[in-house]
């Protein structure tokens, strides 16, 4: 596997806690060399369960993961190397300075002092100025960023981020996605997990979704929309309706905005999408519209959608 | 072997002594001189030697054991327990380390800081009691071994302990009566002939002992025994901590 286009394969894991949780189930999946992949789910849906038995932080109760080739318990060593983590907790030292508390995790991994390259990612991430302070007196925004310098001290492969936007403001989570590409760009795969699907949606090549322990599916980005994409058209009425009328009861139509407005669900990859036709009826059963607008459906809707139809 | 990691893990516990060095250096050494005050300078010159050693003399390698015994199972207890109390023990855990590297780095830390502490102390306690050392290398030899072995006991608390008090239960209920029942301030053959058979099940009682023997070539035991149980418990702890590693017990969900 090391140099092809599978970075990490990851074969029928199944995790269950001590507790008896069952974490996930017999999850398979194949992360590609250089991707982003985002990896989106409810609480609980064992995301994080995932990321970390990659990472060694948990151990396996049955299946197998190989990161380049190695395997993450046999041949932990080579495969942990690879590998930088940013945790979803917000876990630091707190007497520690942040230069100090980078330093340490680069040797951690086994590379030598370059203060060069810690220079780098501490600008990359602005905190170069605060190198001396001690973590403690950081805002929380800022140990995210410490924790992602920690991560990318030892100069990783491979980047987890695990939530890493939960408590950051907009201005830094833009300086995020920013950081994010420029580490893919030098070849870095990056997987992150998030709640917030326009995350997922802007920054990812593929998307997977875990629910419940199962990894319900992954696919690329554009063809997950295209593949599950409905678009919505919205005719805003003059006058608002109690009940859609007899004449149409045949369409797939709802009333929203309180009766206002008449509302058209149809599959935009289809070739009839039935739209004209539809226009025509609703002039002959006399109703008139003052505005339409169309909507495609988000990964969002597509997302509440999956998760409901599989709970 | 990632040397690095070891350095790192060392540089790191190193860093956090000299930060606390009141607590984690001045603080045991002033402790420890009260007692060559009390009791070596001014009791001490009321009491009678023992095996022709003046008892001020008499408790001071027994005292600087005690001392170096608790600082010991202590810094090695904290040095893990911290990150795990923290949560930083992510980064540890996602590390690509053997086990024998975090056990090098941190009970190598602990034993370091016990070693300057014992030896601050020796030399604290030449200012109030005048002794002598009689076999250095042996000295040296029990020094660095009860501080590898007290660190490596303290190590594995750390790893079973999940809360502060049960960090404290073992040293405060096991290893202070042990060390004070330990012959620091008597020779076992004082004691009546029950208690000197019961004390012979106490380890504290072989350090103290070999530890004494070096200074002024007096012991209860033969210094080949007092060396031997030390090495036994050094090898009872790291078979323990391999256990503890390969099980991934309390570290590892
Ligand atoms: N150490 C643990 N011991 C027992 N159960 C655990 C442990 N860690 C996680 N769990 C359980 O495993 C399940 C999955 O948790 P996980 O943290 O992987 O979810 P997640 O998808 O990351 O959720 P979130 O979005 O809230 O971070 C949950 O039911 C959780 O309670
Ligand atoms: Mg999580």
């Known amino acids: 596997m090391p140099g092809s286009g599978v970075i990490i394969a990851v074969e029928s894991l199944s995790k269950t806690y001590a507790s008896g949780v069952r974490s996930l189930e017999s999850v398979s999946l194949e992360i590609r060399r250089g991707e982003i992949l985002a990896l989106l789910g409810p609480n609980g849906a064992g995301k994080t369960t995932l990321i970390n038995i990659v990472c060694g932080i948990v151990k396996p109760t049955s299946g197998s993961v190989r ?45 030598p002092d370059d203060s060069a390259h810690l220079e780098r990612v501490l600008r990359d991430l602005s905190l170069w100025e605060k190198k001396d302070a001690k973590i403690m007196t950081l805002s929380g925004g800022m140990k995210r960023r410490v924790l992602i310098a920690k991560a990318l001290a030892h100069e990783p492969r491979i980047l987890f981020l695990d939530e890493p936007t939960a408590g950051v403001d ?46 319900l599916f ?19 009425l003059q006058k608002p309706l109690a009940a859609v009328p007899e004449a149409l009861a045949n369409r797939k ?57 599989r709970s | 072997m990632n040397l690095y990691a070891i350095r790192a893990i060392y540089r790191f516990e190193m860093a956090r002594t000299f930060r606390t060095v009141t607590q984690s250096i001045v603080a045991p050494v002033l402790t420890t001189s009260l007692y060559f005050v009390v009791f070596g300078s001014a009791i001490g010159g009321r009491v009678g030697g023992i095996e ?17 015994l608790s600082e010991s ?19 540890l855990l996602s590390a690509p380390v053997a086990p024998i590297e975090v056990i090098i780095g941190y009970v190598g830390a602990a034993a370091s800081k016990s070693l300057m502490l014992g030896v601050l102390m020796l030399a604290t306690a ?57 012959g620091s301030f008597y020779s076992i053959s004082m ?8 004390t012979l099940a106490n380890p504290v009682v072989y350090l103290v002992n070999g530890f004494r023997w070096s200074f002024y070539g007096v012991s209860d035991f033969a210094v080949g025994t007092s060396f031997a149980v030390i090495l036994t418990i050094l090898a009872l702890c790291f078979a323990l901590i391999w256990r503890i590693f390969v099980t991934g017990y309390k570290l590892k969900a």
């Open chain 1, 253 to 309: 139509l709802t009333l929203g905005d309180g009766g206002n407005s008449l509302i058209y669900t149809y599959d935009s990859n289809v070739a009839d999408t039935g739209i004209a036709g539809l226009l025509d009826e609703v002039e002959r059963a006399g109703i008139v519209f003052t505005d339409l607008r169309s909507r495609e459906s988000s990964l969002e809707d597509i997302f509440i959608d999956l998760v409901k139809e």
């Open chain 2, 191 to 198: 004691l009546p002939p029950i208690w000197q058979k019961i």
């Open chain 1, 218 to 236: 992954l696919e690329d980005k554009t063809q997950l929309m295209r593949k599950l994409g409905k678009k919505e058209l919205a005719m805003q």
């Open chain 1, 67 to 111: 990161v380049d080739g190695h395997d993450v318990v046999r041949d932990y060593r080579a495969a942990r190397k690879l590998i930088g983590l940013v945790p979803q907790e917000l876990s630091t030292d707190a007497f520690e300075s942040v230069w100090s508390t980078v330093r340490f995790s680069r040797g951690l991994f086994g590379k």
């Open chain 1, 170 to 215: 907009v201005n830094l989570r833009r300086d995020m996605w920013a950081m994010v590409r420029k580490l893919r760009e030098s070849g870095v795969t990056i997987i992150l997990t998030t709640h917030y699907i326009e995350e997922a949606q802007e920054m990812a090549d593929r998307i997977g979704i875990i629910n419940k322990a199962k990894l």
């Open chain 2, 126 to 182: 030449r200012f109030f009691v005048p002794y002598e050392i009689h076999h250095p290398f042996w000295m040296l030899g029990f020094l660095v071994l009860t501080a590898i072995t007290a660190s490596t006991f303290g190590f594995i608390i750390g790893i079973w302990a999940d809360s502060f008090q049960k960090l404290q239960i073992i040293p405060v209920l096991v290893v202070t009566p042990l060390t004070f029942l330990g």
């Open chain 2, 73 to 91: 199972i202590s810094n090695g207890s904290f040095g893990i327990y911290l990150p795990k109390w923290s949560g930083t023990i992510y980064e």
């Open chain 2, 52 to 68: 022709g050693v003046s008892y001020g003399a008499f408790i001071i390698p027994g005292l600087v054991m005690l001392s170096m």
